[in-house]
């Protein structure tokens, strides 16, 4: 198994007083060697054997999860920068209640790869089954968990009593009619409750300095935009950004060079299907010393991840490009790229409607052409009279 505590003491025996052996930190490797209810006596890689309690552990199938993070992190493209608000536990599903076992701590640098939105009140899976220590000594593996007691046979009923006479009512006694107030309440009871509403949560797949992935709430993460650029979002939520280029500005009297950004903007509100649903370049106004928007697309559904990269576009040289998936009103997903040749950002066409676009061409160029000169007649043409008389 593997520690998911920061930090936890190796006891030498379970009970209140104990002493401490030994320390494990979080990831490292131990094996199990023993079950005692909820204390686990453990072995570590330095052969240091101890007791530790099972809630600081988490099983081989947990840290192959957290692996699988990691490999598949290593194809994704980063989407921003950020620093974590608070020390925050990494997850292996987006979820308060998925398995967790690295730890970030407070103003520690990561790299957003992935967003995800789930259910706040979603029901918690079941607990995965403890794993059979073979050869352990004293308790046997398992027996710590809880065993369902075998069902009881049903008594036999007891038999009845004769009922104790009751008096007979008076026959002026009328039975009670319930109003209409206590009708209208009971019918208000017996109505199904409404299920509460989902509460949805926003999560970030993220990577840190030493290559552990793993997922964490958004909330609690600060993107790490620069302020310049920070400032233009008009009340909406930064997703991602990327510097596309940079450009070179004489700021007091010394040369910088200048990146201009490529931003993903979506409604400030957790839960929703796409993760930005506007995108926006910004170049720099060397002369002015300011941002400036080039281009801004917005109203699409737009998803991770967004790659940016160069190309070279005949005429224009090597310029930068971004690509960007969103969903077409027919539902499909699409891959658009852009291509940005100073402040001007266009959009690249595919190979498809290059095609399209040169079978167009030619064929009004087809179209265009003069007609073939046709044979001269052998007759000779006639002078035709004037209508006006000569005077």
Known sequence: MY???PETSLRDRVATMYSKVGTVHNGDRVDVLERQRRFVRVRTDAGVEGWVEQRSLVSQDVYDGF????????DQNVQAHGTTRAELNMHLTPSRDGERLY????GEKVEVLKRAT???????PPPPPKPAVPGAKGQPAGKDQ???PPAQPASAPAPSQPAAAQPAPPASAKAPVPSASKTGAAADKAKPAEPPKPVMEDWYLVRNSAGKVGWVLMRMIDLDVPLDIA????????????VLNTVQETIDDQAKQMPQYLVLLNEPK??????????????RNRNKHRYETAYRERNLEGYFPVKTGHAVFDKEGDLPTFTIRKKMEDGQ????????????VRRVPTPEELAAQKARHDAGASARQPAAAKPASSKPKTKKKSKHKQH
Request: charge should be positive.
């Open 146 to 148: 809880k065993q369902t």
């Open 3 to 5: 520690v998911s505590a």
């Open 270 to 283: 957790d839960g929703l299907a796409w993760d930005y649903n506007q995108i926006r370049v910004f170049t």
């Open 333 to 344: 997903m699409v891959d658009v790229t852009y291509k940005m040749n100073g402040p001007i």
């Open 103 to 106: 730890q970030l701590k407070e």
């Open 231 to 242: 400032q233009y979002a008009e009340g909406q939520r930064i997703l991602g950004y990327f």
């Open 67 to 74: 692996q699988k993070l990691v490999q598949d992190g290593k």
């Open 118 to 124: 789930t259910d706040k009140n979603a029901p918690k």
